[in-house]
């Protein structure tokens, strides 16, 4: 079987069957570079490209287009971070396993968040088209479905602490690709700051005009002081108390729901 073919069956797998196919993968002994090459690498490329497809090359309804070269640094951009947040939440995930019962892996942590990042992955294909890219949400809630079903594969934690654990690695993993997106993004500027403000913004290499008309801009060009406002990016504290108190609770919840069932 090709690579190809096993990155596809594999992709099918987890997708169709998970429970079978995460005990498959508790088997494995890949290491974390074996799961980028080829399988992470390959899926990620869906989202990025499609985004440069949805804004530069359709536009949102013809009035904001990228320009060639900055549609670019966006699919680069968007390519590195996909990469970079899903090996950060495996290590989050690594981490905190120990904490619910589990076992501290970085390896396990990385096969369980690249192999359940999989329909987050293929949905990404959604954002060719802007008005569809909501869609993307489906991918994303049946991947953290994914992860909730791996913890007490991979992880070792027991099955009744598994939903308090992902939502605390949930919590964390949102934080840790919004820090993540931040960084990016002040190398590489998104059409987002335009959408927010209704402004041009030059050194973006995008315009947003009236319906019926697209006009490019080239990278470049010097913005105004109020289209700078609009790029500020909001802070985002941590509450660990918060998140501590929330896990008490959902374990709790766990806990009388084992007593129902017995």
Do not use: H
């Amino acid at each position: 079987m090709t690579i190809a073919m096993k990155t596809i069956e594999r992709a099918r797998a987890i997708i169709v069957n998970p429970n079978l196919t995460w005990a498959t993968i508790e088997q494995e002994n890949s290491a974390w570079q074996d799961l980028y090459m080829p399988y992470m690498a390959t899926l990620a490329f869906i989202p990025a490209l499609a985004s440069v497809v949805g804004w530069s090359v359709l536009g949102i309804g013809s009035s904001v287009q990228l320009s060639p070269l900055t549609g670019l640094g966006l699919m680069l951009s968007q390519y590195v971070m996909t990469l970079v947040m899903v090996a950060v939440w495996g290590w989050i995930i690594g981490m905190l396993a120990p904490a619910f019962g589990g076992q501290a892996s970085f390896q396990r942590g990385i096969q369980l968040t690249v192999y359940a990042s999989t329909p987050a992955m293929l949905v990404g294909v959604f954002s060719a088209v802007p008005a569809l890219s909501l869609l993307a949400l489906l991918g994303a809630v049946y991947a953290l479905y994914l992860v909730y079903l791996g913890l007490p594969v991979l992880m070792k934690c027991p099955s009744q602490r598994a939903l308090p654990f992902l939502a605390v690695a949930a919590v964390a993993g949102f934080l840790g690709s919004l820090v993540i997106s931040i960084a990016t993004s002040l190398a590489v500027p998104t059409p987002l700051p335009v959408l927010q403000g209704n402004k041009a913004v030059g050194d973006a290499g995008f315009t947003m005009q009236p319906s019926g008309t697209t006009t490019t801009v080239p990278a470049g060009s010097d913005p105004s002081n109020s289209n700078r406002d609009a790029t500020a990016k909001p802070k985002a504290p941590v509450y660990a108390e918060t998140l501590q108190d929330m896990a008490k609770r959902l374990e709790a919840l766990a806990a009388e729901q084992e007593k129902t069932k017995k």
